[in-house]
């Protein structure tokens, strides 16, 4: 399942089609933009009460923000992603 995840969202990213961090994915979640999100398994307990909040799909990544953060080819820990519709 998690290479499944990452795979999707390596496509998603070479097509510019998430949403990284919180917020972001927050505001894109309010605008309906939206498909599903993925948060790392070290996501703190305030940013999983937000998240648990909305309805929509939620995969929790079984790597830390480092491990999601390689998988998205990026420099900088990711906690949470969107993927957009």
């Known amino acids: 399942m998690e290479k ?14 998430v949403f990284i961090g919180l ?4 505001r894109a979640y ?5 498909s599903f999100i993925v948060y790392a398994s070290n996501a703190s307990d305030v ?3 937000k998240l648990n909040s909305l309805d929509t799909e939620k995969y929790k990544y079984d ?3 480092d ?12 906690t949470v992603l969107g993927i957009k519709k």
């Open 63 to 65: 790597g830390d923000s």
């Open 47 to 49: 940013i999983l009460e």
């Open 23 to 26: 917020n972001s994915t927050l």
């Open 30 to 34: 309010k605008e309906g933009d939206i």
């Open 4 to 17: 499944e995840i990452a795979k999707k969202i390596q496509e998603k990213i070479k097509s510019n089609k």
């Open 67 to 78: 491990a999601l953060s390689i998988a998205c080819g990026k420099s900088f820990g990711i």
